[in-house]
C-alpha cells in the first residue's frame, strides 16, 4: 500500500461538462502519474508531474490538464468531457528519487463513464 | 517510439499447471522492466528487472531478462485459481515520464 487515494471512485457525467479526478497521497513522493486504462489499449500516460508545479506531457494528454499545488495531491481535469474519454483512470507514484526508471505504484483507479 | 509487445494476449490453461508469458520491448536507454499482477483493481507490483540472466523468484512466480534480445518471460509453476489475472509489462519511457505498458496477458486458470 503506498498511501495513495483516488476520489470520486465512480462517475458518469454528461458530455460537455468538466470533471476533475483526485489523486491524494500521504508519503510526500516527487513523482506522480496518472494513466487511462481501455480495453485493447493497456495502460497509457496521460500526463505527470516531477514536482510542484512541474508537469508535463505523456502520450494521450489531448483534452486533459493537470495541477499540482501541493506535493500529496496530483488533478486530472477533463475541460469538456467526450465520450472518447469513459475510461478507467489510475494516478501512480514512484517511490524513487530517479522517476520513472523506479517502480510505480498505483492507486485503486476512478471509473469514468460520459454519456 | 517505444514499444512493448506482450504474448499471448489470453491464456486459459488447467489448475496446477505451469505457465510462461513473454514480453518483448524496443526502448532507447534501456534501464530496466517490470511486470505487474492485475485482477479487477489496480496493478500491483511483481517484478522489476535490471540485469540478464539473473532471475527474480517470489513463491510460484518467477522472471528473468534476456538484454540481448530484448525480451523477458514470467513463469508461474503450480498454477492456482487465484492466480487469474492479467499480468502486464513495462519499461520505462526515460527520466521521469512514466511506463510504457505493453497490452497485457489475460490468464484464466481453471479449476
Known amino acids: 500500500d503506498a498511501g495513495i487515494t483516488q476520489s470520486p471512485r465512480h462517475k458518469v457525467t454528461e458530455t460537455g461538462t468538466p470533471v476533475t479526478l483526485r489523486c491524494h497521497q500521504t508519503e510526500n513522493h516527487r513523482y506522480m502519474y496518472w494513466y487511462r486504462q481501455d480495453p485493447g489499449h493497456g495502460l497509457r500516460l496521460i500526463h505527470y508531474s516531477y514536482g510542484v508545479k512541474d508537469t508535463d506531457k505523456g502520450e494521450v494528454s489531448d483534452g486533459y490538464s493537470v495541477s499540482r499545488s501541493k506535493t500529496e495531491d496530483f488533478l486530472l481535469t477533463l475541460e469538456s468531457a467526450t465520450s472518447s474519454q469513459t475510461s478507467v483512470y489510475f494516478c501512480?507514484?514512484?517511490?524513487?528519487?530517479?522517476?520513472?526508471?523506479?517502480?510505480?505504484?498505483f492507486g485503486p483507479g476512478t471509473r469514468l463513464l460520459v454519456l | 517510439e517505444d514499444k512493448v509487445v506482450q504474448s499471448p494476449l489470453s491464456l486459459v490453461v488447467h489448475e496446477g499447471d505451469t505457465v510462461t508469458l513473454n514480453c518483448s520491448y524496443e526502448v532507447t536507454n534501456f534501464r530496466s522492466l517490470l511486470w505487474y499482477k492485475q485482477e479487477k483493481k489496480a496493478p500491483t507490483f511483481l517484478f522489476m528487472l535490471?540485469?540478464?540472466?539473473i532471475e527474480k523468484k517470489s513463491g510460484r512466480l518467477s522472471s528473468i531478462l534476456d538484454k540481448k534480445e530484448l525480451f523477458s518471460i514470467l513463469n508461474i509453476t503450480a498454477t492456482q485459481t487465484g492466480d487469474s489475472a492479467i499480468y502486464l509489462c513495462?519499461?520505462?519511457?526515460?527520466?521521469?515520464?512514466?511506463?510504457?505498458f505493453g497490452k497485457g496477458t489475460h490468464l484464466i486458470i481453471q479449476p
Open positions: 501512480a507514484i514512484s517511490k524513487g528519487t530517479s522517476g520513472g526508471q523506479e517502480t510505480q505504484y
Open positions: 513495462a519499461v520505462p519511457n526515460g527520466g521521469a515520464d512514466g511506463l510504457t
Open positions: 535490471t540485469s540478464s540472466g
